[in-house]
């Protein structure tokens, strides 16, 4: 896949923030934690970490693509926010993260590699203070790009294991035929959660 072609694509687009996302914002709210710090990890076009500055968050962005975290500080130059936002482009395999209060991962953490995963969901635990919240997506093993050598997919079990340290506040398995941003049609095995650490 050719990200920076899919970041430059969808900043085109009005996509709401991720539902995911949404759903912990509200607990958060109703848990009395309306701002922190929050990660937005493949931040790409930067839908979802625009939607946290908009809600008061300081945020770090973190992508791959330098020229995505690019268009994002322009953006936030432009509409306020930039004292509250910190880029950071590398890779899920190198990265290295600072205490947070969220950690959103929308249809990202899938694109890292097998062999990384381990230490990268390591790295994600630990960054996260306790009673932070975790909101992202898994590709599980019946979806139409499994199995793919440089994708990490996985079944309700490995959910599990991922989460036995964490409540989990919201889980949808969605397992159907739709379409990619792009409007190509594939079948989609997706794990939405949201969950809060012990």
């Given at each position: 896949?050719?990200?920076?072609?899919?970041?430059?694509?969808?900043?085109?687009?009005d996509?709401p923030?991720s539902?995911?996302l949404?759903?912990?914002?509200?607990?958060?709210?109703?848990?009395?934690?309306s701002?922190?710090?929050?990660?937005?990890?493949?931040a790409?076009s930067?839908?979802d970490s625009?939607?946290?500055l908009e809600?008061?968050?300081?945020?770090?962005?973190?992508d791959?693509?330098?020229?995505?975290?690019?268009?994002?500080?322009k953006?936030?130059?432009?509409y306020?926010?930039?004292?509250?936002?910190?880029?950071?482009?590398t890779?899920?395999e190198?990265?290295?993260l600072?205490?947070?209060?969220?950690?959103?991962?929308?249809?990202?953490?899938?694109?890292?590699?097998?062999?990384a995963?381990?230490?990268?969901?390591?790295?994600?635990?630990?960054?996260l203070?306790?009673?932070?919240?975790?909101?992202?997506h898994?590709f599980g093993?019946?979806?139409?790009?499994?199995?793919?050598?440089?994708?990490i997919?996985?079944?309700?079990?490995?959910?599990g294991?991922?989460?036995e340290?964490?409540?989990?506040?919201?889980?949808?398995?969605?397992?159907r035929?739709?379409?990619t941003?792009?409007?190509k049609?594939?079948?989609?095995?997706?794990f939405?959660?949201?969950?809060?650490k012990?």
């Amino acid at each position: 896949m050719n990200w920076s072609t899919h970041n430059q694509n969808t900043k085109l687009m009005d996509l709401p923030i991720s539902n995911t996302l949404r759903y912990a914002l509200n607990w958060l709210e109703e848990e009395g934690n309306s701002v922190g710090h929050a990660i937005d990890l493949g931040a790409g076009s930067g839908v979802d970490s625009f939607g946290l500055l908009e809600k008061g968050w300081k945020v770090t962005a973190v992508d791959f693509d330098a020229n995505a975290l690019d268009l994002i500080q322009k953006k936030v130059e432009e509409y306020g926010g930039i004292d509250r936002l910190n880029c950071y482009s590398t890779s899920f395999e190198e990265m290295v993260l600072p205490a947070s209060d969220l950690i959103n991962a929308s249809f990202s953490l899938p694109f890292c590699k097998p062999e990384a995963f381990e230490r990268v969901w390591s790295i994600i635990y630990a960054s996260l203070r306790s009673r932070g919240v975790f909101c992202g997506h898994f590709f599980g093993k019946e979806d139409s790009w499994f199995p793919n050598e440089n994708m990490i997919f996985h079944d309700g079990k490995d959910i599990g294991r991922c989460f036995e340290k964490f409540d989990i506040l919201k889980i949808q398995e969605i397992n159907r035929i739709g379409k990619t941003l792009g409007g190509k049609e594939k079948h989609w095995h997706v794990f939405h959660i949201a969950a809060v650490k012990r």
